[in-house]
């Protein structure tokens, strides 16, 4: 199973796209606080659209309560992404049937510095053109990472196909 972990966001429209997305792939989302928002803002809602239900949320009051609640989990492997990380995320075997934690910093700041560096062997990068672009919006860059992690697991529990009424293409 495959988990994004938002370290506390600040940006409503982000979460609620991310909320989206978990929804999309069946992945749990791990809101680490303080939040940048309430879970109320209207913003946040019209992003995830109506699709909350269908999120499986788990609220941990900091980074250490986090990190304390990953050491209980069976077969927990943990990813920090980052730009300033030396390894490529698509380079990563995500079907050895751990669960994939992947954690994303604050838009403004990314991860606590301290943290990456005494974890630089789980850091990892999504290529880019970094004398254009400072980073990559939050909510690409977490749908990017866990569409690959499913794409090698075989995409578990997804419709590859699937036929609407008034399909276009038929």
């Not at 492997?77 to 030396?86: D, G, M, R, T, V």
Request: aromatic letters at 10%.
């Amino acid at each position: 199973m495959n988990h994004i972990v938002l370290f506390e966001p600040l940006i409503p429209a982000n979460t609620g796209n991310i909320a989206r997305t978990c929804a999309a792939t069946n992945t749990p989302l791990h809101l680490i606080e303080p939040l940048g928002f309430s879970t109320d803002d209207k913003h946040l809602k019209r992003a995830g659209l109506d699709y909350w239900h269908a999120v499986d949320i788990h609220y941990h009051q900091d980074l250490a309560a986090f990190l304390a609640y990953l050491a209980k989990q069976e077969n927990a492997q943990l990813h920090l992404i980052s730009k300033f990380a030396n390894q490529v995320y698509s380079d990563v075997n995500y079907q050895d049937g751990n669960q994939h934690f992947f954690l994303f910093g604050k838009e403004t700041t990314g991860l606590p510095e301290d943290f990456m560096r005494e974890n630089a062997e789980k850091c990892l990068r999504i290529p880019m053109n970094d004398e254009h672009v400072r980073s990559l919006n939050l909510s690409n860059t977490a749908a990017m990472i866990v569409y690959e992690a499913l794409r090698q697991q075989g995409f578990p529990n997804m419709e590859l196909t699937h036929h609407y009424d008034h399909d276009k293409l038929d």
